[in-house]
């Protein structure tokens, strides 16, 4: 059965081949779609066995989040006020949600996660990768990620995301067992694996070994570096090959003309940025300099619990400098190039059908009018997964 979502105000494709400027927008247009992909965009007033009526309202492509921490059990909130009234974020609270996440049931677990993705698609998101991180040994790791793969093709071992309490002390230990027992347990249910370069987790030898190791079991590479302050993690995850370097909140001269001469793509995450108080990342350089930029929401219970996209992409305009066409193509197609995907983050003869219809006339709402739920209609593979409400 055919669809035609008709009469779209502005219709942004990402492709600048089917319409105006890097956005590839197109004015009074129809999207038409069947089995799931885009058959067809252009003029408004094409025919299709159901009709959508956008009456005027933008459409783009569904939201990729390209980094999220959902599978977790357990609250912070108490950590966050701490936070808010002047304690520093030390990622040492990791440990309370390993706590919570061991203890809890895997039904429990997964109803956690299904409820935290329910909510992502409400807000637009239709492409969602998910880490693990809270097992940090090798049953809970598998546990996380059997829950993961239910809800995302892009699921990402990080058993290297803190040093769990009982090898307190013995850090090169612990890595040993991560690329070992847990690589094991974890790989089949993997397509990436992840580790956190940081001071406090860590450093740019042990995440390499662990990298290397994920990388001999067939796993992509990604990383998360340089969150909370200058360190190797950057330049290690371009000469790793990564497919994203995730925070960069502290970007050198030299991290900027490496991440630029790579195909490593620098995936900012401001709403932690926000949450943890830590400056923004100096995304206009980044840009500037040529580097491929994408934005996520890094939703976790520490650093960021937040499944709104919308909310980074006013923070990256209104904060980090980014253009409101820069931030939109950063959170839809810079995701999917960070997850090396084809299929998502256009809207394109041959793409996934995953829409998001807005409550406003254009993509500029979405930071002109902050705070405000402006997602009407959410459509993912051809499926409406959130109707408009009447
Ligand atoms: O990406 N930085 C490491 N991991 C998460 C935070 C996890 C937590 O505090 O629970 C992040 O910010």
New binding site residues.
């Given amino acids: 059965m055919s669809v035609v979502v008709d009469r779209i105000g502005l219709l942004v494709t990402n492709d600048p081949a089917l319409g105006e400027g890097v956005l590839g927008i197109i004015r009074d247009a129809s999207v038409v779609f069947e089995r799931g992909k885009v058959v067809f965009v252009g003029p408004s007033g094409q025919v299709a066995d159901e009709r959508i009526d956008a009456a005027g309202r933008s459409v783009i492509p569904g939201f990729v989040d390209s ?1 999220t ?1 959902l599978v ?1 059990a357990g609250d ?1 909130s108490d950590e966050f006020a701490a936070r808010m009234a002047g304690h520093p ?1 030390l ?1 040492g ?2 440990q309370t ?1 390993v706590a919570a996440t061991r203890a809890a049931s895997t039904p429990e677990l997964a109803g956690l996660t299904n409820s935290r993705r329910e909510e992502a698609r409400r807000a637009g998101i239709t492409t969602v990768e998910i880490k693990s ?2 097992g940090l040994d090798a049953v809970n790791e598998k546990r996380c990620l059997q829950v993961a793969e239910h809800f995302s093709n892009d699921t990402t071992f990080l058993g290297a ?1 803190i040093v769990p309490a009982e090898f307190a002390g013995r850090t090169d230990d612990y890595v040993h067992e991560v690329c070992g027992a847990m690589l094991l347990a974890a790989a089949p249910h993997a397509r990436w694996i992840d580790a ?1 370069c ?1 001071v406090g ?1 860590f450093d740019a030898d042990q995440c390499r070994a662990v990298l290397t190791a994920g990388r001999a079991a067939g796993l992509g590479c990604r990383l ?1 570096a340089n ?1 909370l302050g200058h360190g190797p993690g950057v330049q290690l995850a371009v000469e790793m090959g990564c497919a994203s370097a ?2 960069c909140t502290y970007l050198s001269d030299d991290d900027i003309a490496a991440l630029a001469a790579s195909t490593t793509v620098a995936t900012f ?1 401001p709403a ?1 940025d926000f949450s943890t108080r830590q400056p923004y990342p100096d995304a206009r350089r980044a840009i500037d300099a040529g580097v491929s930029v994408a934005l996520a929401t ?1 939703c ?5 619990y937040t499944t709104s996209m919308s909310f980074c992409i006013a923070l990256a305009v209104r904060d980090m400098r980014m253009t409101a066409d820069e931030a939109l193509m950063a959170a839809t197609l810079g995701g999917a190039q960070a997850l090396q995907r084809d299929d998502v983050g256009r809207l394109a003869p041959g793409k996934s059908a995953n829409l998001v219809v807005l409550d406003a006339p254009s993509y500029t709402h979405l930071v002109y009018r902050p705070g405000v739920p402006l997602i009407h209609q959410v459509i993912e593979a051809g499926v409406t997964v959130v109707a408009p409400s009447i």
């Fill in positions: 980094h921490h977790f912070r974020y990622a609270g990791i949600s991180g809270y995301h956190f940081e987790a998360h969150q995730d925070h995450l932690t890094n976790n219970p520490g650093s960021s």
